[in-house]
């Protein structure tokens, strides 16, 4: 250790080794960042980030090298050989890229430390290669035991350096990558320096067709420079191109395509940052809630072409409404928002729902037809007696419906006395849990299709009320009441159960996909039950799915990565549920290791008719094929989109076109059915299945 610290202290020039160092801590750190961008591209772009990593990788070897050569001490007269000088520059090249395209091969296998060593090795290789260009007036000696050291330091921290971009554990790790590159140049350059002694000899003469240190300094520091800034100027374009398409793919995310109104998302984003605002004491806030009567009628007689154009001048409209103090969303089939932030009195809401109302009434003209629609509106506000943002849209509709009951365009605003959907909600969430007692709740299957074969990958499993007086309730209707109410854990695990229970007993040993609730995940219990329903039922976790939206995981981020990462270790994928919908981002796919992605049936639906819709589902595929994570697109109904799909690479899909969902009969001749070994959890009472778990 005394020896390399002489080495780089004694014989050295400090002005050298500063320059040297610059050159190195750039040029490593551009390198890593440039692998890294290898790792997250296919096809030819993998091959030409490669090559830039390998070629600036390759020349800041080079460079550091001999840059601190050319501030070596040396004792007699020295020069540098042309040929094995250009040769080590090739070398290190060369062993640079071979290095990364070895780890890139692969995204977790132990090629990725095997990639890393032989840029390591390649480091040396140059090095020595260099040191043969070197030519001095005496002998060199070289010490066996500093040489070999500076094998295995070369080795073992370029095999750091690429471990750390493919097993990141924390977010430093990127700038641990680049510290371990310049570790693996630094000490193999000096520790092999160490060894060296040059012993003087005037009878060696130095040939006359060597390149002087002069000229080599240039050369070595316009190469570099060049280099460099070719480099990070592509990096620097890259990042500017990624973050432009990131804003375009929010745009899109948060606007309706149809429309190009402001969409669901975007609404429960704005809203939420108006609440959270400071409070004016004078202002408050109104959220106007407004549908169009006679659209379906439009929809039914003149086709969809007519109720896609009266939707968008009905958008147009809006748009001319909108200003600072005001913004209107499309949240739904026909039923939009508008949100004022400038409420002092009801005169205010009023005047603009009138606006909107005289706005709607306006006949739309269709390929020579005359079409009208009309409206009525509710209004709620804020501050009042709404405590969340769902409070406050679900007042504002209750007050819509009053006003769609006395007359069309009519304004009402909500009153406690609208309530009484309320109480019929709280009458349902006391039926739901005699309802689980008496198994009125079924499971039915859609499948999922590989899109090239057609042949069926799986299935997901949904859930179905059958009321003994209202018959089947649609689960939009009793899933969000369950959620506020809390019974959706002790529902989701009879789901969980009944259906591991029943593919357990398939001879087709297809995966089922469960949904959870965001309450289920952020229950800490959740994978410990999860474990038990496997060992209880026999199914392997493989075929096991788990579904989860982003609004599951947006709360608390830490707790549901670690709930995600103790059902992974199960054995147990994970996919991203409805994704385009919320609040779906860049950085949610990478921080959670997802096996899935799968695309809302809102976008699938409009990819063949509307460029925006295109847009989202192929910026979606382009995304996940960079982050290696399959995608499934729900909502297939016809030949059109999964001929859109299959081209842009979607490798499964569910859908209308394969089938509906249907009970445990509609499959049978797909799945086939073992002889029973044991009860279902499907046709057991509650108190039953608790018995079962605790025994």
Known sequence: M?????????????????????????GSLLTMRLFTRVRRTEGLQKFNWLFLSGFVGGSTIWTTHFIAMLGYQSPAMNGYEPELTLMSLFIGIAASIIGFTVAASTPKTMLVEAGGAIVGLGIACMHYVGIAGYKVAGHMVWSQSYVLTSLVLAAAFGAVATNRVARPVTRFCKHGSGLALILAIVLTHFTGMAGLTIVPDSAIPVAGELISVN?????????MVVILALGASTYVIDIQSSQAAVERYRHLSLH????????????????????KRPKDMTANIAVLSFDLDRFKEINDVHGHAAGDAVLRTVAERLMLLSNDSQFMARVGGDEFVAVMHKYFIRADATALAQRIIDEIAKPVSWEEQTLCVGTSVGISTFPGQATTIDDLLSQADIAMYRAKSTSSNSICFYDASMDQISRERNALAIEMREGLRRREFELFYQQQNDTVTREVVGFEVLLRWKHPVRGYIAPMEFIPIAERNGFILELGEWVMRAACAEAATWKNPLRIAVNVAPQQLSDPRLPQIVHEILLQTGLPASRLEIEITESGIIADHQHALHAIRRLKALGIKVAMDDYGTGYSSLSTLQSFPFDKIKIDRAFVDGVVTNKQSAAIVRSTLILAASLDIPVLAEGVENEDHIDFLRREGCLQVQGFLFGKPVPRSGIEAIVGTNAPAKPQPEVMAVDEIKAAAAA
């Open 2 to 26: 005394l020896r390399i610290i002489s080495c780089i202290t004694v014989e050295h020039s400090l002005s050298h080794l500063l320059f040297a160092t610059v050159i190195c801590v750039l």
């Open 215 to 223: 000229i080599m300094t240039g050369l070595v520091v316009a190469v």
């Open 256 to 275: 309706d395509p149809l429309t190009n109104l402001p969409n669901r998302a975007a609404f429960n984003e704005h809203l939420a940052a108006l609440t």
